[in-house]
T-cell receptor, first 111, second 114 residues
Framework: GNSVTQMEGPVTLSEEAFLTINCTYT??????LFWYVQYPGEGLQLLLK?????DKGSNKGFEATYRKETTSFHLEKGSVQVSDSAVYFC??????????FGAGTTVTVRA | ETGVTQTPRHLVMGMTNKKSLKCEQH?????MYWYKQSAKKPLELMFV???????ENNSVPSRFSPECPNSSHLFLHLHTLQPEDSALYLC?????????????FGPGTRLTVL
C-alpha cells in the first residue's frame, strides 16, 4: 500500500538556519506529493506540491523536488524565521480519495 | 468567506450530549472530507462525500454520523461520545479524486469530551 515516512522531530533551530525535513514514500504508479503545514491552533495549510517526477514545488521560501529514483520529497528552506515554527506533514495521493500522511515533524525556530 | 470554514472552533460536551460540527466550502469543490487528529496519532480519514454521496466510511463508530445536504456543506453529528473522542476534527474539500486534486483544509474544531 501507499505510505509516507518523515524524519522524526522535534527539530529546533536558530533563526536564519537551514532547514531540511526528510520525506520518503512507498507507492505504486505515479502519485502526487504534498507538504502541508500546521501552525499552532490551526488546521492544515497546503505549503507546496509536485505532481510528477523532477517537479519542484516552492512557496514562501520552501522548496521540495519530487525524486522518483530515490522515492523522496525532502522539504528545504535556506533561512528560517520564528514564524516558521509549526508542524510539517508530508503526504502522498494517488487516484482515489485517500491522502496518506506522514507522522508530522515539529519545528521550533528560536530567535 | 473564502476557502473552507468550520464552526464552532471549540466545543466542550458531556458524554450524554448531542452536538453537531459544521463545515462549509466556498471553492466550488465536489468532494468533502472529515478527518480526526488526535495527539500522538496520525491523521485519520473518517468520511468522504462526493456530490453529496458517501463514498468512504473508514470503520468509524456509529456515535459519529455525517450528513452532506449539498456539495458545499458537511456536518458531523455527535452523540454519546467518549473521552477518547476528544481531538481536533478537520474538514477538507477537493475538486475530485484524481492524484492532482489537492485537498484544502479548514481550521478545525477542537472537541473536548468530559
Amino acid at each position: 500500500g501507499n505510505s509516507v515516512t518523515q524524519m522524526e522531530g522535534p527539530v529546533t533551530l536558530s533563526e536564519e538556519a537551514f532547514l531540511t525535513i526528510n520525506c520518503t514514500y512507498t507507492a505504486t504508479g505515479y502519485p502526487s506529493l504534498f507538504w502541508y503545514v500546521q501552525y499552532p491552533g490551526e488546521g492544515l495549510q497546503l505549503l507546496l506540491k509536485a505532481t510528477k517526477a523532477d517537479d519542484k514545488g516552492s512557496n514562501k521560501g520552501f522548496e521540495a523536488t519530487y525524486r522518483k529514483e530515490t522515492t523522496s520529497f525532502h522539504l528545504e528552506k535556506g533561512s528560517v524565521q520564528v514564524s516558521d515554527s509549526a508542524v510539517y506533514f508530508c503526504a502522498l495521493k494517488r487516484d482515489d480519495y485517500k491522502l496518506s500522511f506522514g507522522a508530522g515533524t515539529t519545528v521550533t525556530v528560536r530567535a | 468567506e473564502t476557502g473552507v470554514t468550520q464552526t464552532p472552533r471549540h466545543l466542550v460536551m458531556g458524554m450524554t450530549n448531542k452536538k453537531s460540527l459544521k463545515c462549509e466550502q466556498h471553492l466550488g469543490h465536489n468532494a468533502m472530507y472529515w478527518y480526526k487528529q488526535s495527539a500522538k496519532k496520525p491523521l485519520e480519514l473518517m468520511f468522504v462525500y462526493s456530490l453529496e454521496e458517501r463514498v468512504e466510511n473508514n470503520s468509524v463508530p456509529s456515535r459519529f454520523s455525517p450528513e452532506c445536504p449539498n456539495s458545499s456543506h458537511l456536518f458531523l453529528h455527535l452523540h454519546t461520545l467518549q473521552p477518547e473522542d476528544s481531538a481536533l476534527y478537520l474538514c477538507a474539500s477537493s475538486q475530485g479524486r484524481g492524484s492532482t486534486d489537492t485537498q484544502y483544509f479548514g481550521p478545525g474544531t477542537r472537541l473536548t469530551v468530559l
